[in-house]
């Protein structure tokens, strides 16, 4: 099981490292992807930003595992506040498709580390 979360957690950082860049640059594509969720654009950076920092807690997770457990915990909620997002402006499911696989990755890592969490600094 540990070299297929590691393949998860890799999956999720590259995610996360790839859409982050593109929400924080301004691509035309994220830029137009808010003005079809009916999002201001200044919710697009703090998305980007939100990403960044999940993909750096994953990152980091692969040396302390508490940081995994924090990281897809971040990842599970990005996920459903982003299907309802698609949901509320009736996105069909086809363009849910790859949220939907990444909140499945997340929750898998979060399940497996989940008792790391109790060892994330700040929290003993």
Request: hydrophobic share 60%; net charge positive.
């Amino acid at each position: 099981m540990h070299i297929v979360t590691i393949v998860m957690q890799s999956f999720l950082i590259f995610m996360f490292l790839m859409a982050s860049f593109r929400k924080l640059t301004g691509d035309k594509t994220a830029i137009e992807e808010f003005k079809t969720l009916r999002m201001p654009q200044w919710f697009r950076v703090f998305t980007g930003g939100y990403e960044l920092v999940t993909a750096a807690a994953l990152i980091i997770g692969y040396w302390n595992a508490s940081w995994i457990a924090a990281g897809s915990l971040l990842t599970v909620i990005f996920a459903i506040v982003g299907t309802f997002a698609m949901m509320r402006v009736k996105e069909p499911f086809k363009n849910m498709t790859m949220i939907i696989v990444i909140a499945i990755f997340a929750l898998i890592l979060f399940l497996s580390n989940a008792s790391n969490l109790a060892n994330f600094p700040e929290f003993n």
